[in-house]
């Protein structure tokens, strides 16, 4: 695990899963029909619990100007700044349990924000960096 520091809050737009796990895909292949598959755009998947069993998850981009969300017709959520912990997984196409399996170690920390999220900061289109955010205090 490595310690991150997110220095300002990051506003996205998304789309929701039906379901988590088994919606996660088909929501990033709608994100991606969106923003045309831009290699550069900044993608996330955000991640946490509705009720007990229940995950919500959101496949989102960054906005590349003011507006954007809006015109494509999507609601936005903010990605808070601050200190996070995070497990880097390289190549995580041919390892997708390797995030649900980051997630379970991350989620062990008893520093985390009980207001946080699960964040999958995509980089590029093979790496993932999976963080929590750690409380203030």
């Keep these: 695990m490595q310690n991150y520091f997110l220095k300002?809050?990051?506003k996205v737009f998304y789309v929701?899963?039906?379901s988590f796990p088994d919606g996660v895909t088909e929501a990033h292949q709608k994100l991606h029909a969106l923003t045309g598959f831009a290699k550069d755009k900044k993608i996330y998947g955000i991640s946490y619990p509705e009720s007990p069993g229940k995950i919500i998850?959101?496949?989102g981009?960054?906005?590349d100007y003011a507006g954007e969300a809006e015109k494509l017709g999507c609601p936005t959520f903010i990605i808070k700044k601050g200190n996070y912990?995070?497990?880097y997984v390289k190549g995580f196409y041919n390892k997708i349990p390797a995030i649900g399996k980051?997630?379970?170690k991350l989620l062990d920390n008893p520093g985390i924000d009980p207001e946080g999220c699960c964040v999958e900061m995509y980089e590029g289109d093979k790496?993932?960096?999976c963080m929590v955010r750690l409380?203030?205090?």
């Design 8 to 10: 300002q809050d990051i």
């Design 16 to 18: 929701k899963a039906t």
């Design 57 to 59: 998850y959101k496949a």
């Design 61 to 63: 981009a960054e906005e």
């Design 85 to 87: 912990s995070s497990i």
């Design 102 to 104: 980051a997630f379970q």
């Design 127 to 129: 790496d993932v960096r």
């Design 135 to 137: 409380s203030d205090g």
